[in-house]
């Protein structure tokens, strides 16, 4: 069986609902909302070739004056999950996705994203309304890493395409409304898992992960092209991108980005080519991703835009994933980065490069971290994340102190939760 399909990977067979949830600790009572967390999760007896090309599922936790009221977990009822195909005669249709990476609101809609083609819209009770196209302008996928601008309110993403054009940037504004999409030109069709904004400009990550549709059987038709190059893009809002040749790497995933006196400053998590060869092999079923190193590294690039040069610097050799940070600050100047690797939640100080570790002895997932209301420092907040122990044996949503990653409280969850991808906390208006 492939390693996707077994362990901490292993999908769950069916949809369930549990109510008053016991907690230990005590959850902070501003703490009003809900915590979604969306993965890869095939139907029973599915084997979709690839980790990332299993059907969507999300687990949520609503949370209300101090307690754990109720989780459920529901697949994402796409086209795709009914047997729609993704690959017709007229070409890619983007409703028959998986919508299995990410979970976000924007304007006051509820999205399931996956890179590969429309988002879903979901109700805050995770029924599936259905694809959401913005009122048929957009024609492009859209990625499952939008930034929204915390002055504006706007939203930017942006899709790639296996064929022309290749890269396609939009904008949403803060009311939902399509108002941009644009073409930016690429030599050919990288995976662009993420990217980055500042405060007047988006940054790009054009890197030599590309598609090849001869590998369509594959079940994610990927190579590694060592003649594509490796380049960052800082592309002015409106204006034209301004490209900086980088070593070749890939990036899944961005940590901040913030202007600089004429530079933009860029932290993300950086695979060398061996790493991603490594990971790109675990990923596809080789070895099990959750439990293999991850082979991964925090990093910044810091580029120029008089002089066209860029610095890059490894701040952390550590295995790392799965960046976040208080987004009251993105696109700004910021200091703290929180990341996971295995067993552990690290906080660095991104301005001295100081760490701290919490030791957890359980695989975490993704710490998100969300600010307190009446927050007075950038790490005021807490980190939740669903963790979940070696053997199997249960999984429960983690909250901690973001100050000092000391334990405030814990939700035990009715069920495993396989590892998988992003969340977020989306609290009550």
Known sequence: ????????????????????LPVTGELPRELTGRYFRNGPNPLPGQDPGHWFAGDGMIHGVRI?????????NRWVKTRLLDGAPYITEQGFDLTAVHANTNVIRHAGKIFALVESGFPYEMTPD????????FDGRLTSAMTAHPKEDPVTGELHFFGYSVVAPFL???????????????????????????????????????????????LLDSGMPVRWDDDYGARIGVMPRGGEVQWFDVDPCYVFHVGNAYEDHGRIVLDAVRYSPGKFADIWGEVSGETNPVVAAVGSGLYR???????????????????????????????????YLYTVTDNAIVKYDTGNGHNEVNELGRNPGEAEFVRRQDAKDEDDGWLMSVVTEHDGS??????????TLEFTASVRLPRRVPAG??????PDA
Request: aromatic fraction near 8%; hydrophobic fraction near 40%.
């Open 168 to 214: 396609t940037y939009h904008r949403l504004t803060a009311a939902g409304d399509l108002a941009e999409s644009r073409v930016i030109d690429v030599p050919g069709p990288t995976m662009m898992h993420d990217f980055a904004i500042t405060e007047n400009h988006v940054i790009w990550l054009d890197l030599p992960a590309v598609f090849d549709l001869s």
């Open 301 to 335: 690039w810091i580029l120029d835009l008089d002089t066209g040069k860029v610095v890059e610097e490894l701040r952390d050799d550590r295995d790392i994933e799965f960046p976040s940070f208080n987004e009251e600050h993105l696109g700004r100047p910021s200091r």
């Open 126 to 133: 995770l029924d599936t309304v259905g694809p959401c196209d």
């Open 394 to 403: 249960g999984s429960e949503l983690l909250v901690l102190d973001a100050r």
């Open 1 to 20: 069986m492939p390693a996707y399909l077994e362990g901490l990977l292993a999908p769950v067979a069916d949809e369930i609902e549990a109510v008053s």
């Open 421 to 426: 991808f992003h969340g977020n906390w989306l």
């Open 64 to 72: 209300r004056d101090g307690r754990a009221e109720w989780y459920r």
